[in-house]
């Protein structure tokens, strides 16, 4: 199956950017759709971030809207989350994903990385 490793996270102060990155060991990975999770500590997975498999088409959460920006590099395998403007709400563990579809729910991802964790100071 295919190996997703995200790295980038750390902590940073509010109103900072971190770019996190999520490699693919999986030489198929352009036909994936690609995005993004997060889950805080006594809470939910969400959605995050969602970009096509030719990197066209994306779609965010409200929450993170303007803020973040996703992008990927098939020649490259990997994916990868910007975000700027940090709010001490978005401190997470960041989790990427892979599915054989364009969706937003997370039934629809069936590979997922470790995660990352993202700590934003106020």
């Known amino acids: 199956q295919v190996q997703l490793v995200e790295s980038g996270g750390g902590l940073v102060q509010a109103g900072g950017s971190l770019r996190l990155s999520c490699a693919a060991s999986?030489?198929?990975?352009?036909?994936?759709?690609m995005g993004w999770f997060r889950q805080a500590p006594g809470k939910e997975r969400e959605f995050v971030a969602v970009i096509s498999r030719n990197g066209i088409i994306t779609s965010y959460a409200d929450s993170v809207k303007g803020r973040f920006i996703i992008s990927r590099d098939n020649a490259k395998n990997t994916l990868y989350l910007q975000m700027n403007t940090l709010k001490p709400e978005d401190t997470a563990v960041y989790y990427c994903?892979?599915?054989?579809?364009?969706?937003?729910?997370?039934?629809?991802?069936?590979?997922w990385g470790q995660g990352t964790q993202v700590t934003v100071s106020s």
């Open positions: 994903a892979g599915a054989g579809s364009y969706v937003t729910r997370e039934s629809g991802y069936g590979y």
């Open positions: 999986e030489r198929t990975f352009s036909d994936y759709a």
